[in-house]
C-alpha cells in the first residue's frame, strides 16, 4: 500500500537526462579530438585550480555561519533588505565585480587611498589573495543565504524545548545548530568550491599572471587558439571528475540533522546580550560595508552613461528577460522533481545529476553541443534554445541545494498526515507541499533567472546577427572602447537580474507568511 | 494538413526569395558587427552594388573565428573569414578550407605583405598606451620600460591576439634576449587579462600606467571624446604590427560573390569606413586621407614576422614567457 502512495516520478528520467546533457557534448568534443590528452603545463593549472577554489569555499562557508546566524536570531530595521541584497554579488556577470571590487580595493581605490593617508603599506588586489577576495565577495552572500535557510528547518518544538531546559547559548549551538549544519554545510561547501573550480574571467584578471592558470582557462586555450579538442576534453574529464569527487565526499560527510517531526512553526533563536550583541552587530556591519561598497562603486560607474546607450541594449534586454524567465521557470520544475524524489531516500544517480552540471566548462557545453546540432541544423537558429537548455543545466544544482533540506523537513513534518488522508499526486503537492516551499522556492527560483540574465558561456557559439543578449552587448562595447557605456549596460544588466531575484525572492517570502 | 500546406507555401516563398537574392555570409568578431562597428555602413554599401544579402555573423573574438571555422569544417554556411590576423593565418592556411584568392591588390601597409591565400584589410601598430597628464615622460624602448617602476597591464597569449602579437614583438625586437627581458618585465606586470577589453579597462580606471593596444588608440580618445591626454609610447625597437585579413573558403556556394566582396574589400567604400569605426588604419588609404590623430604616434620603424616564423616562434616563446612571469 505505502509503495502505491507514491505517484511515479519522472526524477530519474530527468537524471539520466541531465547526466546526457553533461556526458554527451564532452563525449563529442573527446570524439572530434580522437581521444583525451593533457600536457605538461596543465598539471599546475589543475593543482592552482584546486587550491583557489578550496580556500575560496573554506573562507566564504566559515565566514557564512556567524553572518548567518546573526541575521537568524538578531532583528532589526533593514533585516528582510539587507537579506535580499545578499543575493545581489552573486548574480553581478564577473567582468562587473570586478571593476566593483577595483574601485574599492584597487590601486587607486578607497582602501588604499585610506592605508597611504595613515602611513601604511598598500594593498594589492592582484595574486592568490585577490582571487580570494573576489570569490568570498561574490560567495559569502549565496553562502550565508543558503545557511540561514537552515536555520529555518530547526522545528520550533525544540527552540522551545531547550528554552524550558534553559539552554545557554554553547548548548543551543552544540544540540540544535551544530546538527543543522552538519545537515547544511557540506552542501553549501560543495556548491561554492564547483563555482570557484571552473571560475574564469576573475582569476584571471586578477591572478596577476600565468601562475594563475585555472583549468577553465587551459580548456579556453586549447579550444581557441590551438585547437586542440583531446586536450579540451582531457581537461573537462578532470575537471568534472573533480567535482564528482567533492560532491561524494559531500554527500559522505552530511550527516540528516534527525530533529523528527515538528509542526512546521518556526520561532527565532534567543537573541543573547552583552559581548555576542556586540559582536553579531559589529559583523553585520563589516559585511554590509564590504558587500555594499562594490556595489555601491557599480552603480556609480554605470550612472552617468545610462542617457548615451546605443538603441540596441533594448531589444537585447528584453531577449535576455525572456531566456532567464523560461530557464527559471523550467528549472524550478525539474529542481522541485529531484528534490522531491531524492528527500525520501538516498538517491546516487539524482545527487550526480544535480550536482555534475556545475562542474561541466561552458566552453565545452557549447563546443560539444555544437558539434552534435551541426549535421542536422544551422547552429545559428539554435541559439535562444540551446542557451535556455544551458541555463537550466547550470543554474539547477543551486536550486536543488536549496530546495533539498526543506523538501526533508516538509516531508517529516508532513508526509505521515498526506499519507493517512491519502493524498496524492498533483492535490498532495498543492495543499501540502508547495505552500511550505514558498520560501525557498521563491529564492531559488530568482537565483536561476538572475544566473541565467547573465550566462554567456554557451551562446557565443551559436550566435547569429539579430540574436544577441545584453551580456553580449556589454562585450561588444567593451571591445569597441566604451567602457562608460559598457558600464551603463552592465549597471541594466545587473539591475534587471536582481529585479528578476527580487520579484521571486518577495514573492516566495510574502506566500510563506 | 492546412498547416502542412501552410508549411509548404512559406518554404516556397521562401526558397523563391532566396532564389532571387543570394545571401553571402561572411563570419568575423563581435565588435565588427556591433552597430558602433564597420558592419553596417559596409553591408549598406555593398548591397548597393551587389544586388544580394550580406550576412555578417559575429563569432566571438579574432582566435575564435579560426576555431569556429575548424569546428564547422567544409559544412560551414560561412563564405567569406574576416578578422583573422598575421600570426594566425599559417595555422588557417593549413586547415586547407580556405582557397586562394588570385588576386594582386596594391594597398598603402608600411611592410611588403602578399599572401596567396589572405587579403589585408586594415592593420594597426601594436603599442604601450598611457595618460601623458601621469606620465609625461614615457620609456623609449622595453628595456627602458623593464629597468623602470612603471605598471603595466598585458594580455595573455593564450587567449587573445594582441597579447600573442606583444609576444611575438618582444621575440621580433630582441631574438634571443627575450627570455631576460621577460624577466626583467615580470615586476612591472599587474596582471595578465583575458582579452583586449579587460586589460584596457583597468588602464582606464587607473590600475596601470601604461596598457598594451595600439598606436591609433589616443585618436580613439581625442575623436569619440575630444580627449588628448590618450598617447602611446614610441619605442627604439620598432613596433610589431597587426594586420588583419581576410579569407574564402574553398567550400562557399557564392564563390563569385566572395571574389567580389574581395575586391570591394579594398575600395573606398570599404576602407573608408574602418578608421573610425574600427580604430585601425585601412588597408589602402582612403581619396579623403587619414582622420585627425592618425599620423601623431607614427612609429619609423614596423615589425613583423611572416606567418610561418610566426608560427615557428609560438611554441618556445609562449614557454618562455610562462617561465619568466611563473616565478
Not at chain 1, 541584497?85 to 587607486?108: K, N, Q
Request: proline share 7%; hydrophobic share 55%.
Amino acid at each position: 500500500m505505502a509503495s502505491r502512495a507514491v505517484p511515479l516520478s519522472p526524477a530519474p528520467a530527468l537524471a539520466a537526462l541531465l547526466l546526457a546533457l553533461v556526458a554527451a557534448p564532452l563525449a563529442a568534443v573527446a570524439w572530434r579530438g580522437a581521444g583525451l590528452s593533457l600536457g605538461p603545463a596543465d598539471w599546475a593549472a589543475i593543482r592552482f585550480t584546486v587550491v583557489q577554489a578550496t580556500l575560496s569555499a573554506l573562507i566564504s562557508t566559515l565566514l557564512a555561519i556567524p553572518v548567518a546566524r546573526a541575521l537568524a536570531r538578531r532583528d532589526f530595521p533593514g533585516r528582510g533588505l539587507l537579506i535580499t541584497l545578499m543575493g545581489a554579488p552573486f548574480l553581478l556577470p564577473a567582468v562587473v565585480a570586478v571593476l566593483g571590487l577595483l574601485a574599492v580595493f584597487g590601486r587607486s581605490g578607497v582602501v588604499n587611498a585610506g592605508l597611504q593617508a595613515v602611513g601604511l603599506p598598500s594593498f594589492s588586489l592582484y595574486g592568490l589573495q585577490g582571487v580570494l577576495l573576489a570569490h568570498v565577495f561574490l560567495n559569502l552572500p549565496l553562502a550565508t543565504r543558503m545557511i540561514l535557510q537552515g536555520w529555518r528547518t530547526i522545528p520550533a518544538e525544540r527552540i522551545r524545548l531547550a528554552r524550558s531546559l534553559g539552554f545557554g547559548p554553547w548548548e543551543t549551538f552544540r544540540h540544535l545548530e551544530l546538527p543543522m549544519l552538519r545537515e547544511v554545510l557540506p552542501g553549501v561547501a560543495l556548491v561554492v568550491l564547483v563555482i570557484c573550480l571552473t571560475s574564469f574571467a576573475v582569476v584571471l584578471t586578477l591572478g596577476g599572471g600565468p601562475a594563475a592558470t585555472t583549468i577553465e582557462l587551459a580548456i579556453y586555450q586549447a579550444v581557441r587558439f590551438d585547437f586542440d579538442l583531446s586536450r579540451a576534453a582531457g581537461l573537462a574529464g578532470v575537471q568534472v571528475l573533480i567535482c564528482a569527487g567533492v560532491a561524494l565526499a559531500a554527500w559522505v560527510v552530511t550527516r540528516q540533522a534527525g530533529f523528527g517531526a515538528g509542526l512546521g512553526r518556526n520561532t527565532a533563536l534567543d537573541a543573547p546580550k552583552g559581548w555576542r550583541r556586540v559582536g553579531d552587530v559589529g559583523l553585520l556591519g563589516l559585511v554590509t560595508v564590504f558587500l555594499l561598497g562594490p556595489l555601491l562603486a557599480v552603480m556609480l560607474r554605470g550612472l552617468p552613461g545610462l542617457a548615451d546607450l546605443p538603441p540596441s541594449v533594448l531589444p537585447a534586454a528584453a531577449r535576455s528577460v525572456a531566456v532567464a524567465l523560461t530557464s527559471a521557470l523550467l528549472c524550478s520544475v525539474a529542481a522541485l522533481t529531484l528534490a522531491l524524489a531524492a528527500a525520501m531516500r538516498p538517491r546516487p544517480l539524482i545527487e550526480a545529476a544535480a550536482t555534475l552540471p556545475l562542474a561541466s566548462s561552458g566552453l565545452v557545453l557549447g563546443t560539444g553541443l555544437f558539434l552534435i546540432a551541426q549535421p542536422f541544423v544551422s547552429p545559428m537558429k539554435l541559439a535562444l534554445p540551446v542557451t535556455v537548455l544551458v541555463n537550466i543545466a547550470l543554474a539547477l544544482p543551486y536550486l536543488y541545494r536549496i530546495l533539498l533540506p526543506e523538501v526533508r523537513t516538509v516531508l517529516a513534518d508532513y508526509g505521515r498526515l498526506a499519507d493517512s488522508l491519502s493524498l496524492t499526486g498533483w492535490p498532495r503537492l498543492r495543499w501540502v507541499i508547495l505552500p511550505r516551499l514558498a520560501r525557498p522556492l521563491g529564492f531559488g527560483t530568482g537565483i536561476a533567472a538572475a544566473l541565467s540574465m547573465g550566462d554567456l558561456g554557451a551562446i557565443a557559439l551559436f550566435a547569429g546577427d539579430r540574436q544577441a543578449t545584453l551580456p553580449l552587448v556589454v562585450s561588444q562595447l567593451t571591445g569597441a572602447y566604451r567602457m562608460d557605456a559598457a558600464a551603463s549596460a552592465a549597471l541594466i544588466l545587473v539591475s534587471l537580474s536582481f529585479a528578476l531575484f527580487w520579484a521571486f525572492d518577495t514573492g516566495g517570502r510574502h506566500a510563506a507568511a | 494538413m492546412q498547416k502542412q500546406l501552410l508549411a509548404a507555401g512559406l518554404l516556397t516563398i521562401a526558397s523563391q526569395a532566396m532564389a532571387e537574392t543570394p545571401v553571402l555570409t561572411v563570419l568575423t568578431y563581435d565588435s565588427f558587427t556591433s552597430e558602433w562597428g564597420p558592419g553596417p555602413a559596409i553591408e549598406a554599401a555593398f548591397e548597393a552594388t551587389c544586388a544580394c544579402d550580406l550576412q555578417f555573423v559575429p563569432a566571438g573574438d579574432g582566435a575564435a573565428l579560426l576555431a569556429r571555422i575548424q569546428l564547422e569544417g567544409k559544412a560551414s554556411d560561412a563564405d567569406i573569414v574576416l578578422g583573422l590576423d598575421t600570426s594566425l593565418i599559417a595555422a588557417a592556411t593549413a586547415t586547407q578550407l580556405f582557397a586562394p584568392h588570385g588576386k594582386n591588390p596594391t594597398t598603402t601597409l608600411p611592410v611588403d605583405f602578399t599572401d596567396p591565400t589572405f587579403l589585408p584589410f586594415d592593420w594597426g601598430w601594436f603599442a604601450f598606451v598611457h595618460d601623458k597628464t601621469r606620465l609625461p615622460d614615457p620609456p623609449k624602448s622595453f628595456k627602458a620600460l623593464a629597468a623602470s617602476d612603471l605598471r603595466i597591464v598585458i594580455q595573455d597569449p593564450r587567449s587573445s591576439t594582441p597579447g600573442l602579437g606583444l609576444l611575438l614583438w618582444v621575440k621580433a625586437a630582441h631574438g634571443d634576449q627575450a627570455a631576460t627581458l621577460w624577466q626583467d618585465l615580470s615586476d612591472n606586470i599587474v596582471t595578465v587579462t583575458p582579452g583586449w577589453s579587460e586589460a584596457y579597462g583597468l588602464f582606464l580606471e587607473g590600475e596601470a600606467d601604461m596598457v598594451l593596444s595600439y598606436t591609433t588608440s589616443p585618436a580613439y580618445h581625442l575623436i569619440a571624446e575630444s580627449d588628448d591626454t590618450k598617447a602611446a609610447a614610441l619605442f627604439d625597437e620598432g613596433h610589431y604590427m597587426q594586420i588583419e585579413v581576410a579569407g574564402k573558403l574553398a567550400a562557399t556556394d557564392q564563390p563569385a560573390l566572395a571574389d567580389q566582396f574581395l575586391d570591394f574589400m579594398l575600395t573606398d567604400a570599404f576602407q573608408s569606413a574602418i578608421p573610425q569605426t574600427n580604430w585601425m588604419y585601412p588597408a589602402v588609404t582612403p581619396a579623403a586621407g587619414l582622420p585627425d590623430g592618425f599620423d601623431t604616434f607614427r612609429p619609423t620603424k614596423s615589425l613583423l614576422l611572416t606567418p610561418g616564423e610566426a608560427q615557428a616562434a609560438r611554441d618556445a616563446a609562449l614557454a618562455e614567457w610562462q617561465a619568466a612571469l611563473s616565478r
